[in-house]
């Protein structure tokens, strides 16, 4: 099993541009989350997707939009990005309730905004 | 909504002594607590976690133990070595069924050979 693998791993965008992250998982999880890592602030929440075709805000979700494509794959988008969005972004899934909350993080899209 | 404080933000241990990594989380509601490791460059991996229903719980050279009076729970590293350098994120999850977690700031722990 790959786990979470995402795509890009590396990207430079201009200011205005727009770009789609990609986030796929193999391990049959209900959940999946979209985290931003920034120096001193931990890994915050920007969007998270309980189960196929729902989708919920987390703490930071202005300037960003996401799709559950199915139950695999999970992308974000930036419409107009902006130097505030550069980061480490990372997804992760895990489990539905009872037990299965642990989540597992993909290897992380690193996101430079000019 | 929850906040989860961690302490200290950067630890220097030598080799083959102990790490103490401490966590205190505000809703008391919170029943599950993972701890992550991350490496240069790479995503967070767990590493252990635990659950309301229990006090300590271990796995070879690390441990985790919770006080749930005082909300609070820590990361023990005993016989540390060079391999444990990285960056420990300590999260909290709140109500059974809620699958977000807060996370802490995190830790850069490094072992002095």
């Known amino acids: 099993n790959a786990g979470v693998t995402q795509t890009p791993k590396f990207q430079v965008l201009k200011t205005g541009q727009s770009m789609t992250l990609q986030c796929a998982q193999d391990?049959?999880?209900?959940?999946m989350y979209w985290y931003r890592q920034d120096p001193g602030m931990g890994l915050r929440l920007i969007y998270y997707s309980a189960s196929e075709g729902t989708t919920d805000k987390g703490e930071v979700p202005n300037g960003y939009n996401v799709s559950r494509l199915n139950k695999r794959e999970f992308s974000l988008r930036l419409e107009s990005a902006a130097p505030s969005q550069t980061s480490v972004y990372f997804c992760?899934?895990?489990?539905?309730?009872?037990?299965?909350?642990?989540?597992?993080f993909g290897p992380g899209t690193r996101l430079l905004v000019l | 909504g929850e906040n989860v404080e961690q302490h200290p933000s950067t630890l220097s241990v030598q080799e083959g002594d102990s790490a103490v990594i401490k966590c205190t989380y505000s809703?008391?509601?919170?029943?599950?607590f993972p701890w992550y490791k991350q490496e240069l460059g790479k995503g967070p991996q767990l590493i252990i976690d635990i659950r309301s229903n229990v006090g300590e719980k271990k796995d070879q050279r690390i441990a985790v133990t919770l006080n749930k009076t005082a909300k609070h729970f820590s990361l023990h590293i005993t016989e540390t070595q060079p391999e444990d350098s990285a960056v420990y994120f300590c999260a909290a999850r709140v109500n059974f069924g809620n699958e977000k977690l807060t996370f802490g700031t995190g830790t850069r722990l490094t072992i002095i050979p």
């Open positions: 992760a899934s895990g489990g539905h309730g009872g037990y299965q909350e642990t989540q597992y």
């Open positions: 809703d008391s509601a919170s029943n599950y």
């Open positions: 391990m049959n999880h209900n959940s």
